[in-house]
């Protein structure tokens, strides 16, 4: 067979391999638009639904992404006016991706659910999610200060992710300002995210446990051995517990009373031998961190957080002791299920109720 043959060839095997991926891509796309209302052309992903404008880091107003929607304001949930109707109880439910919603259902997180089981005192409470995935207590600040403070809350429940303070990096008080993200092109493609979150369901566990594993270690080798925590270290620890106290000070500051969580995970100590991969997976956001370190991080930043609401006469709702470890409130290592997202929202449905008469009192 001459070169020309040949090359004609791997033209053709070429050009089926590209028909064959521009299928698949318009496939992704068809899919999106039929499922999830999606715009056929522009970018989409989980991206477009966070920004970084005067406000600071926050969610896109306007954004939606398959099961999330980011309502006017900025927040996940419907819209809602400034100011609000008289009688009406706002409830602020402020954390990172925990509260905002991950793994749940469609109107299974934790705002969602507590939203549904306060309606029986129809027009009476409002419940806004102010969550946004990534947020750390200063940020929360921020976007507490610059925006979400005048929505004229009654109450903000705060569930802090401590192990934010375990990143390379401390959470920066700085304040954030800029530009508005720029889209990406509308070119962009999807398939290549579709593939990798299916391959992610299909790989073998161990396998996955592996593959997180050997990232953990190639990020470990360009350090010295004791760049790897054992234990939570005190001045990320006391990081922490300022950083909160300044976020209830904000809070308070405007008017609406405070209510803090507990932050809950799966694992016990030491950690179930099943929950190996899915501790590996957390540990590989954090590489600083050892398991033992993340779990001391949680036990003293919730002990901070008891220590705080008796410092400062504030309800605390102790979602770890609510949710334990049962592996069914758990979708991974600390995010929520449909059934733990409804044991939470219980238990704040219950401290709003307890404490909305104190707050209507004259």
Request: charged content about 25%.
């Amino acid at each position: 067979m001459g070169l020309l043959a040949l090359t004609r060839q791997a033209g053709r095997a070429l050009l089926l391999v590209a028909l064959f991926l521009a299928t698949l891509e318009l496939c992704t796309r068809v899919e999106a638009w039929w499922r999830w209302d999606a715009p056929f052309w522009g970018p989409y992903s989980s991206e477009i639904l966070r920004t970084t404008d005067a406000i600071g880091t926050r969610n896109r107003p306007g954004a939606r992404f398959e099961k999330w929607a980011i309502n006017s304001a900025g927040f996940r949930g419907p819209e809602l006016r400034v100011e609000k109707a008289p009688g009406v109880v706002r409830v602020g439910i402020a954390g990172a991706s925990e509260m905002f919603g991950l793994y749940e259902s469609p109107d299974k997180d934790v705002a969602a659910q507590l939203r549904e089981q306060l309606s029986t005192a129809p027009g009476r409470f409002e419940v806004v999610n102010l969550a946004a995935a990534g947020i750390t207590p200063p940020r929360m600040r921020e976007l507490y200060e610059r925006w979400a403070g005048r929505f004229g809350f009654d109450f903000v429940v705060v569930y802090p992710t401590p192990a934010f303070y375990l990143d390379v990096d401390p959470p920066s008080r700085a304040t954030e300002t800029g530009r508005a993200a720029a889209a990406r092109e509308s070119l962009t493609l999807r398939l290549p995210d579709k593939l990798w979150r299916a391959l992610r369901e299909l790989l073998p566990a161990g396998f996955q446990g592996w593959l997180k594993r050997a990232q953990i270690e190639r990020v470990r080798r360009a350090h010295a051995p004791d760049w790897v925590w054992t234990q939570a270290p005190p001045d990320r620890v006391a990081l922490f517990e300022s950083d909160l106290a300044l976020l209830v000070e904000s809070i308070e500051r405007s008017g609406a009373r405070v209510i803090l969580a507990t932050h809950a995970n799966r694992f016990t100590s030491p950690p179930r031998s099943g929950d190996d991969a899915i501790m590996l997976g957390w540990i590989r956001f954090y590489p600083r961190a050892s398991a033992q370190c993340l779990l001391d991080m949680e036990r003293q930043a919730n002990d901070a957080v008891r220590r705080l609401g008796r410092e400062r006469g504030l309800a605390v709702v102790d979602v770890e002791q609510l949710t334990g470890k049962d592996p069914g409130y758990y979708a991974d290592f600390a995010h929520f299920t449909d059934a733990g997202a409804s044991r939470v929202a219980a238990a704040l449905g219950a401290e709003v109720r307890s404490l909305a008469p104190l707050r209507d009192a004259p």
